[in-house]
């Protein structure tokens, strides 16, 4: 269930001069989404509908050790298996660079980045880690060549751990990285909180780890390369298709990026891990033009599960300072962040950029320091993960709000409402600028529609049933950007239809459905009169995808300037057309007119024809309507909120059973509410999963995963899952024409600090005081017996 806001919708900002309006409202409706006919009967494309003519199939032979020296590896029989087209190892790709970290981060000593080649040479550092792959004539013979594939290993110890890589005598995975240490990132004013903590009345600390998560998208990784007449194209199941051909064009293949075609077909979820550049985009190109043929390759889920980079991964150690009234005084937060065996394309931004924006959440804390290591380690790469950092660092302050509120005596909601933001602009420690939000209103607003006054009843119903309750009422707030600026191109085709062709990508969000409505109400057209293009690298001439739920921020403002730009281009040309003076000359409803004389009039598809007709247009001006702008905008949008959880829990198996979930949120003015509510719906959904079920284990001896397949590794079913109670309520940001903020990543940092602080809670009479992410059963049994053999209580 959800409810939007009650009030009346918030105006949005302007987003043009000398529009009328247009009659139509489509911004702020909930329209079903233009493209779900398509997919629900069967239209859509992914990667494995795609089989190009004459395609070969490729299949990876990768390392079952977690760290090990390759001493031979022999493809006799491989290349002798029927249908084989070739068999290639690390030495035949010698030519190519090396798979870039485009991340920079600002490091006390210089960050180290090992080379990541597209194969391993001389030693593999993760299971899965890629060593050879066959190119045969179908899929079955590249699979049972790849079988045929001998390697023999010298293994090496191992370590999976980011603590225990740190400590002296731990297994070196490279060279150049000593005590195997990428960066240390430090940010903030180390003197202003040892002040801080040292006039403290109460200080709280904290050891906290987020465990690491496999990405677990309905449709895997898959690709096809081709190389044809001295170009590549990358078709395939990811994201950032700009960012991609950049980096296979200048680091990979050192080849001009016009001859380095990038595309998606539909994609079936991608949450930022799908943005990175893999080695796989790597062999299929080469492979291509080795072979001159279309090559393709569909990851099966096991081989996703240790080949896709993976989420979170951290400890850290936080300490919050308060007075004697409970204000917040500083914030000090020491992090250890699991990279992995490689740093995969953005993956040191999860631990070190993007939180620092975020870190002390919505609240007034005025004195933080951060203190970041990143840490390789023999596991799979970390990269952006829904939220990419910001998840961690709310969990963070919410855990220690609430353990400081139970250790010193203060109640959790008032401690909240006590130190949230409410005075606007406010400057954060670290230097963001948050223009406005509902911080303290949705904290009210939430705890009146929670029925939190009513949980004490509910507490003793439950006892009733010998179950133990427990509330989290926790907030969030993030910083939504993503990468700055962006791009907008507006086409009139000859069919009486216009292409909106937008820098950002969605896979599974509605981009085809929200900017169609934006492009409506701004030009007064039916929506069904636009058409929108993306994840091309050959149509759309720039972009920086999506991300950082970024897109009608960044993307929508580019469309808003594209659309201010066709419209006084077209009022001046109207203006000729209709021999009235510019200023005479009103848009709307898709018309120009002349405001004393209505009937004077001419359509916008009128005028982009006879844009194209030079004698129509003044001197000096380009033929045509065709409007492209490259947006520059930098600014951040804050996203804000209160997610409420009850849970119940079994005291005899450990069960946690979430109950009721509420929230409040302040996205700023909705395109589209339902749009919006599905996003959130599916961040909270992978949050709840966070939080209860998924558990990324290693073997700590072998470095092998055992949670390696859906059999081990749980996911969020519809039974886990309660009825959401969701109100939107934005207040507009002033970032964008548009007043929006993104809503893409603010569920899956939400939901975690709401539904272990609940189970906390409801652990409470216990004596229990801790437990880390997931709250499985055992988690939560083996939790509540420790408690009991120490004497704290029984249930």
């Avoid at 139509?24 to 398509?38: K, T, V, Y």
Wanted: with cysteine; net charge negative.
């Amino acid at each position: 269930m959800a409810r939007p806001d009650k009030s009346e919708p918030h105006a949005p900002p302007s987003s043009g001069k000398g529009r009328e309006n247009s009659g139509l409202s489509f911004r702020g409706q909930s329209l079903r989404r233009l493209e779900d006919e398509r997919f629900l009967t069967g239209d859509g494309e992914y990667i494995e509908d795609v089989t190009p003519p004459n395609s070969a199939w490729m299949h990876v032979a990768r390392s079952p050790h977690a760290h090990a020296v390759i001493e031979r590896i022999d493809t006799t029989d491989a290349c002798a298996a029927p249908g084989v087209l070739g068999v290639f190892t690390a030495q035949d790709l010698c030519a190519l660079g090396s798979l870039p970290c485009t991340v920079q981060v600002a490091s006390v000593a210089p960050m180290i980045a090992p080379p990541r080649h597209a194969l391993a040479g001389e030693r593999v550092r993760h299971v899965g880690d890629p060593v050879a792959f066959v190119v045969a004539a179908s899929r079955e013979a590249a699979r049972n060549a790849a079988e045929l594939v001998a390697i023999d290993f010298n293994i090496l110890p191992s370590v999976v751990d980011a603590p225990a890589a740190l400590r002296d005598g731990a297994p070196q995975l490279w060279d150049e990285a000593p005590g195997n240490l990428s960066y240390r990132f430090q940010k903030g004013d180390a003197s202003a909180v040892g002040a801080a903590f040292s006039a403290a009345a109460h200080v709280v600390e904290l050891e906290l780890i987020n465990n690491r998560l496999v990405i677990s998208a309905v449709e895997t990784r898959g690709a096809i390369g081709s190389y044809e007449n001295g170009r590549f194209h990358l078709q395939l199941s990811g994201a950032g298709v700009h960012a991609l051909q950049s980096q296979l064009a200048g680091h990979v293949f050192r080849v001009p990026s016009e001859r380095m075609r990038v595309s998606c077909p539909d994609v079936g979820g991608g949450f930022g891990v799908k943005n990175a550049l893999y080695p796989e985009w790597v062999m299929l190109l080469w492979a291509a033009r080795r072979l001159g043929r279309p090559v393709k390759w569909i990851g099966e889920r096991t081989e996703d599960f240790v080949t896709t980079a993976q989420g979170r991964d951290n400890v850290m150690r936080a300490c919050l300072a308060l007075d004697a009234d409970g204000r917040f005084l500083g914030l000090r937060v020491e992090t250890i962040a699991n990279l992995g065996a490689y740093l995969s394309s953005g993956g040191p931004g999860s631990s070190t950029n993007a939180p620092a924006n975020a870190i002390g959440g919505g609240y007034d804390i005025p004195a933080i320091f951060m203190d970041v290591q990143g840490v390789f380690s023999n596991t799979v790469p970390i990269d952006a993960y829904r939220g990419a950092g910001k998840p961690e660092v709310n969990y963070m302050i919410e855990r220690l709000i609430d353990a400081a509120a139970r250790q010193h005596g203060f109640d959790r909601i008032d401690l909240r409402r006590r130190n949230l933001i409410r005075r606007f602009p406010y400057r954060k420690a670290l230097g963001t600028i948050i223009d406005g939000g509902r911080f303290a209103a949705n904290l009210d607003d939430a705890v009146m529609a929670a029925d939190h006054a009513g949980f004490p009843a509910r507490r003793v119903a439950s006892q009733q049933h010998g179950k133990l309750r427990g509330v989290g009422v926790t907030c969030f707030m993030e910083t939504a950007r993503g990468a700055p600026n962006e791009g907008a191109e507006l086409r009139f085709d000859e069919d009486g239809h216009i292409a909106l062709l937008v820098g950002t990508q969605s896979n599974g969000m509605g981009h085809a459905t929200a900017y169609a409505q934006i492009a409506a109400d701004l030009l007064g057209l039916p929506i069904e009169t636009f058409r929108y293009v993306q994840a091309d690298t050959a149509q759309v001439r720039a972009g920086n995808g999506h991300g950082g739920a970024r897109s009608m921020h960044m993307g929508g403002a580019a469309l808003c300037k594209a659309v201010d730009t066709i419209l006084a281009k077209g009022t001046v040309i109207a203006a000729r057309l209709l021999q009235a003076a510019v200023p005479e000359i009103a848009f709307a409803r898709g018309r120009f007119a002349v405001r004393d004389e209505p009937a004077r009039a001419i359509d916008l598809f009128a005028v982009a024809r006879a844009a194209r007709d030079p004698a129509n247009l003044p001197e000096g001006e380009t033929p045509g309507l065709d409007t492209y702008v490259w947006n520059l905008l930098d600014v951040i949008t804050f996203p804000n909120g209160c997610h409420i959880a009850e849970v119940e829990v079994d005291p005899d198996t450990g069960a946690v059973a979430l109950q009721r979930y509420t929230a409040v949120d302040d996205f700023g003015t909705l395109i589209n509410p339902m749009l919006t509510l599905g996003q959130i719906h599916g961040g909270v959904a992978q949050g709840i999963g966070q939080a209860m079920l998924e558990h990324t284990v290693y073997d700590q001896d072998s470095g092998q995963m055992l949670s390696g397949s859906l059999m081990d590794y749980a996911l969020p079913r519809a039974a886990h899952l309660p009825d959401f109670d969701i109100t939107l309520s934005g207040v507009p940001t002033n970032a964008n024409p548009l007043g929006v903020k993104g809503a893409g990543q603010a569920g899956a940092m939400a939901a975690p600090q709401a539904i272990i602080c609940a189970v906390l809670d409801a652990l409470a009479p216990l004596g229990i005081s801790h437990i880390d992410m997931p709250a499985t059963p055992e988690r939560v049994w083996r939790t509540i017996e420790a408690a009991r053999i120490a004497g704290h209580g029984r249930a």
